[in-house]
């Protein structure tokens, strides 16, 4: 993807002039002797006024140019006495001069961003042909956008030019050029996803989902399965897992199932969305249980939680999400499972939004879900149940939810997705935490810095960062314009737009100098209303 920051329009403010004549300089005075320096280290083009100015600015700093002009003589009519007799008769030229990228822009899409806008230009002022005095050292740049060569080398010694033109066909057509545009277009409709859910692949994870279908009753797709489950269990430190294709809402119905079976009631705990959820997949399974709720995101202690398990001797399971992904609030899941064994309770954990994002000890819970997506980084579309101790089916569970069913079939009891599988197992190999965990901290601190009131501190998720924007700045209008940016976060869910958040979820494959990016353009678009308020 594009540097987020990166933008292109017609130079109109006096900065951006001034911009524009040190880099005149730097180009057409120390890289390519055409020019005698000076002390002001500023070159202004002896036909400036007469000047449009096509440039590319990151942040507020100019990065790169074209000027345009169509007032005859041309800088070629000067070098090439017979220029007429190259041109078409039908022919309305104008002229590109300075073309100019900075050297740590040059290998990035600037040059044929700015030849883009160029075009776009010429076309509004009905000019078919620019022509150029195209520097020797970048005559194969020249031509892979469609500038055509034409007549000799004119120029001095060191600074020789060949002269060039551009046409609208010639731009379009000429193929390596009009691919990269088509690139160009295609990454900008691929934005910087910051989605709790599908998350960005790595390139290896793509590339094995992509790959030929096999049967789910092959030798090959059955040792797949083994890897990816004896993967999962390291990863967790899990004595079992089991793959069914489905959600983390499927994995979560077949906790419930297995609950059924276990007498005493149970204990859920709620101050999210998902929390409030897991009530839900109990009372559909009209289990037995106790809550323990409170508003979102409010906290919930080690001492309420043993309050209640001590004056409910009953209470043999205690069911609560790891990740409250409506929040990024992190329960303490060492003390709750310290509780729970104090006490003869089994803990069962929902982490759809914490395995692979941090790093967790599944060994002593009873039961643990994720899914292949989110924090995995995989695609969605697996439900990944682990559990402590073997199960055997049981006739009175729903064939599906069954988990005794996959684990005596080794996962693979039903028709299985051979391309999610591989995917996943792909996936497992990019799994790092400390990446994670260090790149929220800095995320937390520019969107602090940036004004941005942030959920919680640093003991709140890595991969959920809340941003609780205030009432006078609409959620859904903050995240269409972010969206419009090339930045979509997490903003649409009925559960945020009610309490007027937006989140920034940093799961799957992240570059970190993207993600800053993305985040000093999201201050910039709050510091923006906030600036809007002011002045009304």
């Not at 004119?154 to 600074?159: H, K, N, P, R, S």
């Not at 790891?322 to 006490?343: A, F």
């Not at 591989?422 to 940036?450: D, P």
């Not at 205030?470 to 945020?496: A, N, T």
Request: net charge negative; glycine share 6%.
């Amino acid at each position: 993807m594009e540097n987020l920051s990166l933008h292109y329009k017609i130079a109109s403010e006096s900065d951006e002039v001034q911009q524009i004549y040190t880099l005149n300089y730097q180009t057409f005075v120390e890289e390519i002797p055409q020019h005698e320096g000076n002390s002001e280290r500023k070159l202004i083009d002896k036909f400036h006024d007469e000047n449009t100015y096509v440039i590319a600015k990151d942040e507020d700093e100019v990065v790169g140019m074209i000027a345009v002009r169509a007032k005859r003589p041309f800088s070629l009519d000067l070098k090439l006495s017979d220029l007429n007799e190259y041109l078409p008769a039908s022919a309305v030229p104008c002229e590109i001069r300075l073309l100019s990228v900075k050297e740590a822009y040059r290998s990035t899409r600037v040059f044929y961003q700015l030849c883009e806008r160029l075009v776009s230009f010429c076309l509004e002022k009905g000019y078919t042909m620019a022509l150029i005095s195209g520097t020797v050292r970048q005559l194969k740049l020249y031509k892979r956008i469609g500038f055509q060569p034409f007549a000799d080398l004119v120029g001095e010694e060191g600074a020789k030019f060949q002269p060039m033109y551009l046409t609208r066909y010639s731009f379009e057509n000429s193929t390596k050029a009009f691919q990269r545009l088509m690139i160009r277009k295609t990454e900008s409709s691929v934005p910087l996803s910051f989605l709790p859910g599908p998350v960005q692949p790595h390139e290896n994870v793509e590339k094995a989902f992509k790959g030929e279908a096999i049967s789910h009753r092959s030798s090959s797709f059955i040792h797949e399965m083994e890897e990816v489950r004896r993967s999962l269990c390291e990863i967790t430190n899990a004595n079992y897992a089991e793959v069914a294709v489905g959600t983390g809402t499927l994995s979560n119905d077949m906790v419930a199932a297995q609950l059924k079976s276990l007498s005493g009631s149970g204990l859920i705990l709620a101050n999210g969305e998902f929390g409030f959820r897991l009530i839900d997949h109990a009372n559909r399974f009209d289990l037995h249980f106790h809550t323990l709720e409170k508003d979102w995101n409010e906290a919930i202690s080690l001492g309420e939680v043993e309050s209640l398990l001590r004056e409910n001797q009953n209470i043999k399971w205690l069911w609560t999400v790891h990740c409250e992904t409506s929040t990024g609030y992190l329960y303490d899941l060492k003390g709750l499972l310290s509780l729970c064994k104090r006490y003869g309770v089994e803990l069962c954990v929902d982490a759809c939004s914490s395995v692979g994002t941090i790093p967790v000890d599944f060994k002593e819970l009873y039961f643990a879900t994720t899914v292949s997506g989110k924090g995995l980084g995989s695609y969605p579309g697996l439900a990944i149940v682990f559990h402590r101790d073997e199960i055997q089916p049981s006739p009175s569970i729903p064939r599906y939810l069954d988990m005794g069913m996959y684990e005596v079939n080794a996962s693979i009891p039903y028709t299985h997705s051979s391309n999610l599988v591989r995917a996943l197992k792909e996936a497992l190999h990019f799994i790092q935490f400390e990446m994670h965990e260090n790149l929220a901290q800095r995320v937390r601190y520019v969107l602090t810095q940036g004004g941005f009131h942030i959920l919680g501190d640093e003991n709140y998720s890595p991969g959920v960062i809340t941003i609780a924007l205030e009432r006078e700045q609409c959620s859904r209008q903050f995240g269409d314009v972010c969206k419009d940016r090339g930045i979509l976060l997490s903003y649409e869910s009925d559960y945020l737009v009610k309490r007027n958040w937006v989140q920034v979820a940093l799961m799957g494959r992240q570059n970190e100098r993207k993600v800053l990016e993305a985040m000093n353009i999201l201050n910039k678009e709050y510091q923006s209303n906030v600036d809007s308020r002011v002045v009304k």
